[in-house]
């Protein structure tokens, strides 16, 4: 079964530097999100992905969040100056068409800022 | 904003007990998901529902629209079944963005 893919799983960043996180979606599926888990707290949004550009974006995705599609296959999040808070398991997630389909999240990547 | 509301928040039961998980939202959806979260983190999603009942194995999954209400049944719990379930819903009218439940935590004890 497809599987959207994450990388790293863990990762441990000083505080202030640049993390990027990188997702593979499903090959044939065209609408992209990132999720943040903080610890013991619920999944929320940050922000969704489609035709090359942002479609929505919920308030926590602030100006120190990017995201990318820098080629077919690669969709990423990038954390400019990281801060304590942001530690967390950032999900990636596609769909080919959710409002039919759902979505398949990826594993996810732990992000822990020192 | 749509609020999504799960019980119960911790749920221990023994092998082979039957498994309900309910799920109430406040604002009318487009759709409403039900995942499965493993100790590793990893998310895995079970249902999409927009009305009705779906199954799938020993897992069953109903949603009323009138009255903003969802449950997740597990028939014939197994120790696998141990996760946290999340119920997470869509709003439509153009956002596919999820909003989600805090999660039931399932135990199964052999």
């Known amino acids: 079964e497809p599987e959207v893919t994450q990388t790293p799983s863990h990762q441990v960043t000083q505080m202030g530097q640049e993390v990027i996180l990188r997702c593979v979606p499903i090959?044939?599926?065209?609408?992209f999100y990132w999720y943040r888990q903080i610890l013991g707290q619920k999944v929320e949004f940050l922000v969704s992905?489609?035709?090359?550009?942002?479609?929505?974006k919920s308030e926590i995705f602030d100006d120190q969040f990017s995201v990318e599609r820098p080629d077919g296959s690669n969709f990423t999040l990038k954390i400019r100056s990281t801060k304590l808070e942001d530690s967390a398991m950032y999900f990636c997630?596609?769909?080919?068409?959710?409002?039919?389909?759902?979505?398949?999240f990826g594993s996810g990547t732990r992000l822990t800022v020192v | 904003k749509n609020e999504v509301e799960q019980s119960p928040q911790n749920l221990t039961a023994q092998e082979g007990e039957f498994i309900t998980i309910n799920c109430s939202y406040s604002?009318?959806?487009?759709?409403l998901h039900w995942l499965q979260q493993h100790p590793g983190g990893g998310i895995v999603s079970l249902f999409m529902?927009?009305?009705g009942k779906k199954k799938h194995g020993r897992l069953i999954a109903t949603i009323n629209i009138q009255e903003k209400h969802s449950s997740l049944h597990i028939t014939a719990s197994h120790p696998r079944d141990s996760a946290v379930y999340i119920c997470?819903?869509?709003?439509?009218?153009?956002?596919?963005?999820?909003?989600f439940g805090k999660g039931t935590k399932l135990s199964v004890i052999p």
């Open positions: 997470a819903v869509g709003s439509g009218a153009g956002s596919y963005q999820l909003t």
């Open positions: 090959s044939n599926h065209l609408y």
């Open positions: 992905f489609y035709n090359n550009e942002i479609s929505e």
């Open positions: 604002v009318g959806i487009s759709a």
């Open positions: 997630a596609s769909s080919e068409a959710p409002g039919l389909y759902g979505y398949t």
């Open positions: 529902l927009s009305s």
